[in-house]
């Protein structure tokens, strides 16, 4: 697999120190310290999964507790190391990374899981979110792009390539047009500003630049996430969107 990265650059993690095995990486420590986040890479090439272990050592803040080949090792690694993050390849023998994604939550359900693939597909895309996934980014990005991307999904949010931005909404409106369900209740009532943070995490933006294009401050964005998620009963923001697609709340042109 010819994948490339780019060159390593300096992160804004803080390692950790030393604390007990129930204390979660994100609780505050003496001096403002952090546990690091804990990495499973998985991929069926040993080298790639070499190359991320590299690239990842010099990130502040990020340590790789485990790798494994193919998607049923990664399942057995994950309820054996219960990492914070998976990153995944998509196409594996044995056992490919969207099945897997299932099982992994099943097993460790607090693990987040970013497919890393070089698989540009909407289904994959597509059938990898439904599955669990929190991301979904192309070999292509560079390795500073990388430990962002764990370190944006490790805090709640979700990351997808921009390229794939627009194939994930294409796929969301062909299942609407594959799918003709019928509503057996009314839909939750989503207020106008909660419509309008919606409609800017289908486009990909992330928290900040929701904020910045609606004018109120990050917090607020969250706040507006989390209430949809709880009106919607769901668990991540592109489930939100999956929902509000299929349940015509939103229309994107």
Do not use: W
């Amino acid at each position: 697999m010819a994948d490339t990265f780019g060159p390593v650059h300096g992160s804004t993690g803080h390692p950790g120190e030393a604390h007990s095995d129930g204390e979660r990486h994100g609780e505050e420590q003496g001096g403002g310290g952090k546990e690091p986040i804990r990495v499973l890479v998985v991929d069926d090439h040993a080298l790639f999964r070499r190359g991320l272990e590299i690239v990842l050592a010099h990130e502040e803040g990020i340590e790789v507790v485990g790798e494994a080949g193919d998607g049923a090792e990664a399942v057995d690694k994950a309820a054996d190391l219960l990492p914070d993050i998976v990153l995944m390849d998509v196409r594996m023998p044995k056992r490919g990374g969207i099945e897997a994604c299932t099982s992994i939550k099943e097993v460790a359900p607090s693990a987040k899981i970013i497919m890393l693939t070089i698989s540009d597909e909407e289904a994959d895309l597509y059938d990898a979110i439904k599955a669990g996934a929190t991301g979904y980014l192309l070999k292509e990005i560079s390795t500073d792009e990388v430990a962002t991307a764990i370190r944006a999904v490790a805090d709640g949010q979700s990351q997808i390539s921009p390229s794939m931005a627009s194939k994930l909404l294409t796929e969301f409106k062909s299942m609407i047009q594959r799918t003709d369900e019928r509503r057996l209740v009314p839909a939750p009532r989503l207020t106008d500003r909660e419509l309008e943070v919606l409609k800017l995490v289908a486009t990909g933006m992330n928290n900040r630049d929701i904020a910045k294009e609606l004018f109120i401050s990050e917090n607020t964005v969250k706040n507006h996430v989390r209430n949809i998620l709880e009106k919607l009963q769901l668990h991540s923001r592109m489930e939100a969107v999956v929902y509000a697609m299929r349940e015509k709340i939103l229309e994107i042109r």
